[in-house]
């Protein structure tokens, strides 16, 4: 793992180079590529130096990680044409990806801890920096306060397990179980904060909102995913606990997914209306995480990978809208069939796996999620219904309102796509539809 570490390592020289924007995002492919050919995947850690590993989990989230930053490059033209602070955006940038790949990357629980809290900064600067409203200054509090104030119990959690097994390893953790309800409490909320689960996901629409594209982008794909690999990592050691309490966040999770999914068929802002979207769809990953099954935990990864490309092919494709028309309201991005027509095909694409249509992967984490949290509880199936046909009828509302109708009045003229943004789309879209050929990786490995 060290050396893809210091890879990104030495990018940070080239990033205070000028004009050299294109160079960091063409390297960030290639060493993209380079993951990809390595294959360390499997269900024991591999390429261990000192206290980096890489095993199947890790390895999903570490490509998705490179992936996305690369995209975001991609995405990110407008910093680059303004010259707004460019150095400075891709400092932050490749700041970003080395913690995100040293937190998948982490074996032992304390660092894993200090990356996890680590990685906010840059986002943190990414909104203060490059946002769009005065209100960006309230989304980035919101953010450090809901982060920090769950993050110093889990701290104390993982000094008082280091002191009962004098070890913070996960794979000899695992050898433990614990049975002690503060413990579970202080490990776990950390995490159903970062999701986020319902009750706690207030800063997630507001940062979405305020972020620039390139924000909205590494919270959809990569940071809620932070939340989904800790309980994966946490849960095998605290499974005692969650025989008792996992009923508790599951049965929270299922509720509000019908209850977010209802509060996105009232949303006139583009952005709101996809940010509380991942909502919906992180519940549905928390209820089946949370049940402990086989089928759960890969669908749960599964659907994790998948909304990661397809939240942020969304995001994408709302900030190419804005870029054109200025505003985010559907009122006024109406019609695009008739303003975009070459755009029309890719949110038709984006949206139907955004409901998990098939050929996508999202299909398959859904199909597995749903089999684990039935077979868990049948009553549970009341509330699966309800989310899923809710989560059909805003994907239409967004693409039927965004696409159809009235052209708005104050647009005479008419746009195409640039090849950059075709390129752009079709990267989120492509491994989307590509990885569910390798569905049977996931279930046979994890």
Partial sequence: MLKIIVFILFMFPLCLMNNTYWMVQAFLFLLSFIF???NMYSNYFMSISYFFGCDLISYGLVLLSLWIVSLMLMASESV???????????????????????????????????????????????????????ERLQAGVYLLFYTLLVSLPMLVGIFYTYK??????????????????????????????KMPMFLVHLWLPSAHVEAPVSGSMILAGIMLKLGGYGLLRVMSFLQLMGLKFNLIWISISLVGGVLVSLICLRQMDL??????????????????????????????????????????????????SYERLGSRSLLINSGLLNFMPSMSLWWFLLSSANMAAPPTLNLLGEISLINSIVSWSWISMLMLSLLSFFSAAYTLYLYAYSQHGKIFSGVYSFSGGSVREFLLLFLHWFPLNLLILSGDMCMLWL
Wanted: hydrophobic share 55%; net charge neutral; with cysteine.
């Fill in 36 to 38: 990809i050919l390595m």
């Fill in 80 to 134: 680059y044409k303004n010259n707004n602070y460019m150095n400075l955006f891709l400092v932050n940038m490749i700041l970003l990806l080395i913690l995100l790949v040293l937190t998948f990357s982490s074996m032992s629980l304390f660092m894993f801890y200090l990356f996890f809290e680590g990685s906010l900064i840059p986002t943190l600067f990414l909104i203060l920096g490059w946002g769009y409203q005065p």
């Fill in 164 to 193: 009962i097994t004098g070890t913070m390893n996960f794979y000899l953790l695992n050898n433990y179980m614990f049975n002690l309800e503060i413990l579970y409490f202080s490990l776990i909320m950390a995490f159903l904060v």
């Fill in 271 to 320: 952005k709101a209306l996809i940010a509380y979207s991942s909502v919906a769809h992180m519940g549905i990953i928390l209820a089946g995480l949370m049940t402990m099954t086989y089928s759960g935990i890969c669908g749960s990864y599964t659907l994790m990978i998948a909304h990661g490309l397809c939240s942020s092919g969304l995001f994408c494709l709302a900030n190419i």
